[in-house]
């Protein structure tokens, strides 16, 4: 028995192959779970299939039919729409409140922690169903307009005009990170930079602009791309605030795959979705990377 | 005429500070408020924040929960499921990390791209092809496609590997050298010397792995069917279903009721999860 484990363990130092013991987990992992679907993905969106009987091959069929279905289109603009409306006032709105809790002054821990707690439970079935009642007829933002005397009989939820900005303003309530990260992004940044401004005299805004928001590029620009892939995965707000509608005008993209794919069973649709939403993700986080070199600054660190 | 100045500034500072603060969490306090009301008392004068009176049975009546599943069984599934998925991220997250900073194996480039790469997808696109696979596992109803992937990738592995690899490379190497030195195994080095240190990594990965997990909504939708299966997230789905008449304050006493678990955690391990978003940029 002890030969036994002796031998082993000379095989494994033989070959080095300790590291891939450790490795192992994320390599099946990463196998299974990732590589064989995407490349099952690919297949399934040139098939027919609905689960019960086999996939049969249709060719480019799916995507023809992507790109004469208007609700596509539809999809397409409302999450874009929520993508853009949602990450650029959110990181404004978290970068301007960082700045200001980046000081020395009372109750500054007590701010950010509040600020930070919807962040922490916004994903959550609960707060969508919570944000949901707020914004109907009878609900609480009706009910706080009635007080300063505007009496307004919307739903905001069932307006097809006002129901994506709900489920946008409950993104942007959750600013809390991207606040976070920013705060921790000015800590970093050294303070012999203000000094130096100070004493030249320079004002707040040459301040703002010539050393904050050069050395924060580089976590703007994490945040942005991260968000961004974030925002396209919209799902659970859409489907349980405003269940798409109404007149599909919370229609999100993965929302419509998942009608598609789990109510309608049209799986090789469903996939054919999947994989222009994996192309249209990749190709505008490759842009924001290529712009990046005109406004991301890289501090050169001495050694 | 300084102190002035001053003195208003604050004013303004604090004064901006407190109502967005309101704002922040007016959302909150209403939903816990709009759980002690009656039922018929939550949409007139909905913004009122102290009920008329307090109605505890709110609590008993929605914990009922639905045909003969409570939410007894609901609270269970939610923490089975995430017990079993945090305990497998922390282990396979941590040796992988491992053997990315501190072992040499073939293709090590290539794999440590992969878990970039999958940082950077949007895990969604994987919806179909992850059912149809788990369909073909024999996995539907099962926690399975739940707990299973994250002892080994699960859709948060690379984020957590990749944080504990950076506190993994902030231990100096010295340390292993002499443990080597001293005849210490790699895998001696991990349990001993390596794993004992990382413990505060482990935290934050375990925190945002319960937050992730206890608050999904989208993998127990699609894996499970059955009520009895059902964790919380899911089941706060059911109040609405168009077949019943809802049941409003029962619905926000359940819904505040699942939060408890995860503003307890933020108030606890606050001082990790700061810093697993400050400096992993880890979303909350």
Redo the contacts between chains.
């Keep these: 028995m002890k030969n036994t484990v002796k031998k082993i ?1 000379k095989f494994i130092d033989k070959h ?8 192992s ?6 196998s ?3 590589i ?3 490349l ?2 690919i297949y ?1 969106s040139f098939t027919d299939f609905n ?1 019960i009987a086999d996939p049969s091959w249709v060719g480019l069929e799916n995507y023809h039919h992507l790109l004469v279905d208007p609700k596509i289109l539809k999809a397409l603009k409302v999450t874009v729409s929520y993508v853009i409306f949602s990450v650029i006032p959110r990181l404004a709105f978290a970068l301007f ?1 960082a700045i ?1 809790l980046n000081q020395k ?1 009372k ?1 500054i821990g ?18 969508a ?3 949901r ?2 914004f ?1 007829r ?3 933002i ?3 307009l009635g ?1 300063i005397g505007i009496h307004s009989g919307i739903s905001y939820i069932g307006n097809p005009k006002t129901a994506l900005s709900t489920i946008i303003l409950l993104a942007i ?2 600013f ?2 991207s606040m ?2 920013f ?2 992004g000015l800590k970093n940044i050294s303070p012999t930079y203000y000094e130096a401004a100070a004493i030249d005299g320079a004002g707040r805004f040459s301040i703002f602009k010539n050393i904050t928001l050069p050395l924060l590029s580089p976590v703007i620009l ?2 942005i ?2 968000q961004i ?2 925002g ?2 919209v ?2 707000q859409g ?2 605030i405003t269940k798409g509608g109404p007149l599909n005008s919370t229609l999100f993209w ?1 929302l419509y ?2 009608r598609r ?2 109510e309608s069973y049209d ?1 090789g649709y ?2 054919a979705m ?2 222009i ?2 192309l249209i ?1 990749a190709l505008i ?1 490759l842009f924001v990377f290529k712009t990046s070199s005109k406004w991301v600054f890289y501090e050169v660190k001495e050694n | 005429m300084k102190d002035f100045k001053k003195i208003f500034g ?1 004013i303004v ?2 004064s ?2 407190i109502l ?2 309101i704002i ?2 007016y ?2 306090i ?2 816990l408020s ?1 759980s002690f009301k009656a039922n018929g008392e ?7 924040l102290i009920p008329d009176t307090f109605h505890f049975e709110n609590y008993r009546n929605g914990w009922a929960g639905f045909g003969n599943t409570t939410f007894a069984t609901f609270f269970k599934n939610s923490i089975v499921i995430t017990a079993i998925s945090t305990l497998g991220y922390i ?2 997250c941590s ?2 990390a ?3 900073v501190r ?4 293709f ?1 480039k290539f ?1 440590f791209a ?2 970039m790469l ?1 940082m ?14 788990f ?1 073909k596992f024999n996995w539907i109803n099962t926690f399975s496609p739940l707990v299973v ?1 994250p ?4 859709p948060s ?1 690379a984020f957590f ?1 990749f944080l504990i690899m950076q506190f993994i490379r902030g231990i100096p190497k010295e340390l292993d050298e002499a443990a080597t030195i001293d005849g210490c ?3 001696k080095l ?1 349990i001993y010397i390596i794993a004992p240190l990382i413990k505060p990594a482990l935290v934050t990965v375990g925190i945002f792995a319960v ?2 997990q ?2 999904d ?2 993998g127990p ?2 894996y499970l069917n059955k009520p009895e299966l059902y964790p919380v ?2 089941a ?2 059911l ?2 279903d168009p077949s019943t008449v809802t049941n ?1 304050s029962n ?2 006493a359940m ?2 009721l ?2 408890v678990p ?2 307890l955690i ?1 108030f606890v391990f ?1 001082k990790y ?2 810093e697993g ?3 992993q ?4």
């Design positions: 363990n080095k192959l300790t590291g891939y013991i450790f490795a987990p994320w390599i099946i992992g990463f299974i779970f990732f064989i679907p995407i099952n993905l399934y689960l409140i200001k002054r109750g007590i701010y950010r922690t509040i600020y930070y707690i919807p962040s922490i439970l916004g994903g959550s079935v609960a707060v169903v919570l944000w009642m707020l109907t009878d609900g609480v009706n009910s706080l007080l309530w959750q809390g990170s976070l990260i705060l921790a994490f945040n791309i991260m892939i974030n396209f995965m799902f659970t489907y349980i993965v795959m998942y794919g789990f799986m469903a996939s999947a994989l939403m994996l993700v986080s | 604050s500072y604090h901006g500070n967005l603060a922040m969490l959302p909150i209403w939903l709009s939550v949409f007139i004068n909905a913004h009122q282990f396979s040796v992988v491992f053997a990315l072992t040499e194996f073939k090590k794999w992969t878990v999958s950077m997808l949007p895990k969604q696109v994987l919806l179909v092809p992850q059912y149809i696979l369909h992937p002892f080994f990738a699960g592995s590997i195994g790699t895998f991990f937050y992730w206890w608050q909504f989208v939708l699609l997230s899911l706060l789905k109040f609405s409003w619905m926000f819904s505040a699942s939060l995860v503003i933020f606050q999860i700061v978003i400050s400096s940029g880890l979303k909350g």
